[in-house]
């Protein structure tokens, strides 16, 4: 994709404020009494345009800056927040932290993370390309993607309008430790949602794409035909009949199945004692071949850091090695109260690579018999304490290795530990466009509620 000339870099300049804010923070926090402190600041700024049938809806600019910290007076511990970095602003946010820590109760587990775990390092993740792009280019690529989706097929009948957006951000983190890292990266998308059919029977999909670097999207017509291609696939939509089926995630949507994972194996719902995964770590939850690897230093990683959000070093580690649970995911404080050490994983996972042990979902379709393939689910549906799963599903029927015809209004149900014990396949069709980076997954069960009356 070609780029208007590069404009001047000012993210130098906004770290050192930043910074500068910082380690003024922090000696407030001291000259006020506190034992201990950190502060996250930062300087977010972006453009988004919204354009619909050939039109533009909305342009907006952003620029949001935000300073929070924590001050901790022995163990009692304080938070406060402000949007101005001006000195009084920053005075009054402290003053307002220590007096919030005068007043909690003390908790043995509050406290920075272990001073001798703050990370060294400082790498270059490739993660900053800053798109110099103005509102008049973004809007007509916008418009470019939405006329080449609205194009591409006579069956289109609508648009629910085409996206353009471009952010950055600069960070901060220091605490007491002496520690002070700073981090910068860039975020770029084009989207494109469209309309097919009329009436009942009209059908709704989209594609985007997202990237560190500009260079990296795909092209606004690509993207606008890949949505019009996925909407005209979804007419037509056929019943099928309750029963237990193999269920085939496509790679955008496979990845919350893990995203349920994540969220189990975290520190805050363990120590409470909400998650199926307590007293899970060093337990087999998946097949002998399944690996997940967690790779924070990856360059334009959509999650690449030194350290987490307590300036915990990271470090490349399994959470899964061959279907074992190696380890959670934890903070210092759920770390302390489970009697463990931190993970570096406050704020939570870094890039996430899923292993795969078949080529790609066209190729699973043709191995699966008859089941379901799923490219879009509905609602939350996953209860972390019980691992009871249902969620409402869309996507295609498929007989005899082939897909058949579209299906939509249906419910997929089953149990979490269940569910990835019976994980067939994951294919190396990776979608590239999220920290966890996987492919088509195959589950080879599940109950899938369809129409009483239709045939399967």
Known sequence: MSHPAAVSDDSALRQARLSE??????RLAAARGASQAD?????????SVNVRL?????????RDRGVAVTVYFGQRKGNASTADLQPGSLAATVEQACAIARHTEPDPCNGLADAARMATQARDFDSWHPWPINADTAIALAIEAEAAGRAADPRISNSDGASVHSGDSVSVYANSHGFLGAERGTSQSISVSMIA???DGMQRDYWYTSAVSPDDLESPTHVGRKAAERTVARLDPKPIRTGEYPVLFAPEVARSLVGHLLQAASGGVLYRKASFLVDHAGRKILPDWFNIRELPHLPRGHRSSDFDHEGVATVDSDLVRDGVLVRYLLSSYSARRLGLES??????AHNLQVSANAAGLHEMVRGM????????????????????????????????????????????????????????????????????????????????????????
Do not use: C
Request: glycine share 18%; aromatic share 4%.
């Open 369 to 456: 018999g008859t089941g379901l393939v799923v490219t879009e689910m509905m609602g939350q549906g996953a209860n972390l304490l019980t691992g009871d799963y249902s969620r409402g599903a869309a996507g295609f029927w498929v007989e005899k290795g082939h897909i058949v015809h579209p299906v939509d209004g249906l419910t997929i149900a089953g149990h979490l530990p269940a569910m990835y014990q019976a994980i067939e396949a994951v294919g190396a069709d990776v979608d590239k466009r999220s920290h966890v980076a996987m492919g088509s997954l195959l589950v080879g069960r599940m109950m899938v509620a369809g129409e009483a009356g239709a045939s399967a």
């Open 197 to 199: 059919g009329r009436g």
């Open 343 to 348: 993970t570096g994983n406050a704020g939570g």
């Open 21 to 26: 804010a910082a380690r003024e923070v922090l």
């Open 54 to 62: 050939g039109e533009v809806e909305t342009v907006e600019r952003n």
């Open 39 to 47: 502060v996250i600041l930062n300087d977010d700024s972006g453009l």
